[in-house]
T-cell receptor
């Protein structure tokens, strides 16, 4: 158990819908990261928040957004869902902004039908 | 942009055999991470290497980062079925922020 908690574990939704994935980082960690893992793209970095502020963006679609709240939990919002958005979404956390080990949660399986 | 290439893509070994997985970067590595993933599950952190020539071991797994910091290897000694899974190398790109990029992974199967 990495200490990073993600909910829900599984989610099935229809195209065009919107979903929210939630992440609670390890106790004391200030950084939260979101990754997407799909069969064809592998593990892709989406976005990084540190202490409530966005620090880095990766291959995140405009239909996706994220935020980190004052209590440090984070949410990833996925809207206007398409079949291709079906993937395993990981949240990860680390203590600082860079140069330290990142611990991953178990992931949220999203299936868009 | 930096890319990580892992080899082999997949590996099947007999229990008790040694094996090596490689991770090669197109640019200098500023931090190299090894993770293990069971299919459809989370990534388990194995080791992090930062200095050229650095070597770390945990139980039967040893990871090395070459002097030029462009290649890393993960070596498993006397493999066991519990070692089966997908091994991913990840790296910090230049810039300092933790937006790890990952290789495509190496799928390891260990047959009893």
């Amino acid at each position: 158990d990495s200490g990073v908690t993600q909910t829900p574990k599984h989610l099935i939704t229809a195209t065009g819908q919107r979903v929210t994935l939630r992440c609670s980082p390890r106790s004391g960690d200030l950084s939260v990261y979101w990754y997407q893992q799909s069969l064809d793209q592998g593990l892709q970095f989406l976005i990084h928040y540190y202490n409530g502020e966005e620090r880095a963006k990766g291959n995140i679609l405009e239909r996706f957004s994220a935020q980190q709240f004052p209590d440090l939990h984070s949410e990833l919002n996925l809207s206007s869902l398409e079949l291709g958005d079906s993937a395993l979404y990981f949240c990860a956390s680390s203590p600082y902004v860079s140069g330290n080990t990142i611990y991953f949660g178990e992931g949220s399986w999203l299936t868009v039908v | 942009s930096q890319e990580l290439e892992q080899s082999p893509q997949s590996l099947i070994v007999q229990e008790g055999k040694n094996l090596t997985i490689n991770c090669t970067s197109s640019k200098t590595l500023y931090g190299l991470y090894w993770y293990k993933q069971k299919y459809g599950e989370g990534l388990i952190f194995l080791m992090m290497l930062q200095k050229g020539g650095e070597e770390k071991s945990h139980e039967k797994i040893t990871a090395k980062l070459d002097e030029k910091k462009q290649q890393s290897s993960l070596h498993i000694t006397a493999s066991q079925p519990s070692h089966a899974g997908i091994y991913l190398c990840g790296a910090d790109p230049p810039g300092g922020y933790n937006k790890l990029i990952f290789g495509a992974g190496t799928r390891l199967a260990v047959h009893p």
